[in-house]
């Protein structure tokens, strides 16, 4: 039986119950699922529709109602918050700072990244199997372990508080896990293209130029979403190298607001929404590839 | 911002791809006028190189300087032997942290995990299943700072008789309860911390436990319906079991991230009120120039993960023999 024909089977058997009064028995009987999983949508989307609504309301109406009071006339929606977050001192500067350290730590990991993996995917040397096996452990190593000789490293190179220094750490940081799902995605492509286009004349450089990377480019599109969001939404690294600098990005301003303002930070909410604009469109837009990132890199492994 | 920044940045994002084909290119070039012999040995370094260099520098080389280094004094200089492994060990606030970081062990993973594979039962069984991974799963790509903002607004806290602004005390309120100073009480604080937690990372778990689920023959589901089981046994005894490869790995991860949790209380309370983890009290040692004591901190996290690295490896030298 194909797996069709066994949907068919089991919506049939579902649909059995032919009369009315069973059929509505066996949703009764569903009620309970409904309820949780309704239940549990709600409860994840409520705390971030709350912070939206807020973030159009002006700051003292935050500090004495609740958002929902919002949802029902007078609304007093405003941008104020907005106004009020992008006239701080160095919030736009923050915004471009974190545009400028995502774009090249990207493209700097992920192109060293593809050219490793093919190496490793289509190439036979001594050392391999090892080097392979340092890159899988050092996927769980915690970046907590770098920190300070890369703070030493950047100190003594001159590049400590640049946005240099945070898109080599990224780099570094990334690189295991992006040549890891790369080489087992390059791996597995069939071994007779290759094979052909060598018998062909081709080099390696054209095998992977013109074969390689283009049909790669599945899996590097679903690792760059990830690897970008996961730079814009960094606070550790950045926290660490660019605290003091003019450079830090958007997380680390919006940090030291909130632990600088005490009260009165309500207006934040506006500085949160933009922040996590950026994700949130790239989730909704590419919803298919980003899942598509996720399962292959944990599922297939 | 200044003008040279941008341009570095956009030689940085045009220039690197350049430099790696002028590189691939070049040295091919080279390589292709060796002699055969030299070539097969030669190539396969030349392509790996820029990669491994970069992960020995940014990763292998600063792990093994961090061991060396919390040996040694803040200004590392001197070696001190034990001394920041005692000073941390004795440090009243460890116990805290090591407890914390406990609880976030257990209740994240299983909080993550369990409601991720909770969830993906359910709501394979509706049909609008994609509406609610998609609502489920909206958290996930939130950074750890705005979802620290958006949780402060659920967390708010006024004092008992007057407006609650907070979501989660005016839930209280409604049913007439008194509103919980949640971030500052110490019952509930750890708890809403890793809660925040559990809210970014259950979408993850969702997510992957989902497609494997999906994987699962009906039939094999059928067959069992037929021989009469329920819904509960066919979980238990089928769907779980056939899962538990899937769950094995979401799990490391969740231990995993656990283990390095940071940003979260790093925004929310600091490590205020005793939610201090092992990261951020690393990160304070660091921000205050103990270096010897903060890579003593970093060492001792590392430890705690190796297991879960001899698993990672021996998974995958697993998956290469069925390669």
């Keep these: ?301 | 911002m200044d003008i040279s920044t941008l341009l570095t940045a956009v030689v940085a994002v045009v220039g690197v791809p350049l430099v790696l084909l002028g590189y691939i290119i070049g040295g091919e070039w080279v390589i292709e006028r060796l002699p055969e012999k030299i070539q097969n040995t030669f190539r396969p370094y030349f392509w790996a190189a820029p990669g491994i260099g970069f992960a020995s520098v940014f990763m292998l080389v600063p792990l093994a300087y961090s061991v060396v280094w919390s040996f040694q004094d803040d200004s590392l200089s001197k070696f001190v032997g034990w001394k920041n492994y005692i000073y941390f060990f004795t440090f009243p606030d460890t116990i805290t942290s090591l407890k914390n970081s406990l609880l976030w062990l257990i209740f994240y993973t299983l909080g993550a995990v369990g409601l991720g594979l909770i969830l993906a039962i359910l709501v394979d069984r509706v049909k609008y299943e994609a509406i609610a991974k998609t609502a489920i799963f909206l958290p996930v790509p939130i950074s750890a700072v705005a979802a620290s903002i958006i949780w402060k607004f659920m967390f708010e806290y006024q004092a008992a008789g007057s407006t609650q602004t907070g979501t989660l005390n005016a839930g209280l309120g409604l049913v007439h309860h008194d509103p919980v100073a949640w971030l500052v009480d110490a019952t509930t604080n750890n708890a809403s911390l890793i809660f925040v937690g559990v809210w970014t990372a259950v979408g993850f778990c969702l997510v992957i436990i989902s497609a494997s689920l999906k994987a699962i023959s009906s039939e094999v589901l059928e067959a069992a319906r037929i021989d009469g089981a329920n819904e509960f046994q066919i979980v238990r005894l089928i769907v779980t079991p056939l899962l538990w490869p899937t769950i094995t790995v979401v799990g490391t991860t969740m231990i995993i991230n656990a283990l390095k949790t940071f940003d979260i209380v790093y925004v929310l309370t600091n490590g205020a009120y005793d939610t201090d983890v092992i990261a951020t009290q690393m990160f304070r040692n660091l921000s205050n120039a103990h270096f010897g004591r903060a890579a003593a901190i970093g060492v001792i996290l590392f430890i705690t993960i190796i297991p879960l690295l001899i698993v990672n490896i021996r998974r995958f030298q697993q998956q290469e023999e069925q390669r």
């Excluded at chain 1, 032919?18 to 705390?47: C, D, E, K, T």
């Excluded at chain 1, 929606?77 to 545009?99: E, H, K, M, R």
């Excluded at chain 1, 005490?262 to 929404?273: C, I, K, M, P, Q």
């Design chain 1, 1 to 301: 039986m194909s797996q069709a024909d066994a949907t068919i089977a089991r919506s049939e058997e579902r649909a059995t119950p032919i009369s009315a009064l069973s059929n509505w028995g066996y949703r009764l009987q569903r009620l309970p699922l409904h309820i949780v999983i309704i239940a549990f949508m709600a409860f994840w989307l409520i705390p971030t529709v709350g912070l939206l609504v807020n973030s159009f309301r002006q700051p003292a109406d935050m500090a004495n109602a609740g958002w929902w009071t919002a949802l029902f006339p007078p609304h007093g929606f405003t941008l104020a918050s907005y106004q009020q977050v992008l006239a701080i001192d160095g919030v736009p500067a923050s915004i471009i700072s974190s545009i400028l350290i995502t774009v090249p730590a990207t493209v700097i990991q992920l192109t060293i990244a593809t050219m490793a993996a093919y190496a490793f995917a289509w190439m036979k040397f001594p050392g391999r199997d090892i080097f392979f096996i340092v890159i899988v452990g050092l996927m769980v190593v915690p970046i907590q372990m770098t920190l300070i000789p890369l703070l030493k490293l950047f100190a003594v190179t001159g590049l400590a508080g640049t946005v240099v220094a945070v898109w080599l750490a990224h780099s570094g940081y990334g690189l295991p896990f992006e040549v890891f799902l790369l080489r087992n995605y390059l791996g597995g492509l069939p071994r007779e293209i290759f094979e052909s286009a060598e018998v062909d004349g081709a080099g390696h450089s054209v095998r992977f130029l013109r074969l390689a990377v283009p049909m790669t480019i599945p899996a590097i599109a679903s690792l760059t979403i990830f690897v970008f969001l996961g730079i814009w939404n960094d606070l550790l690294v950045a926290l660490t190298f660019l605290s003091g600098s003019p450079y830090k990005p958007f997380t680390v301003k919006i940090t030291q607001l909130t632990t600088s303002l005490g009260y009165g930070w309500e207006f934040l909410t506006a500085a949160a929404v933009l922040q996590m604009a950026l994700p949130l469109i790239v989730f909704i837009a590419l919803q298919r590839y980003f899942v598509r990132g996720i399962t292959s890199g944990s599922v297939k492994g």
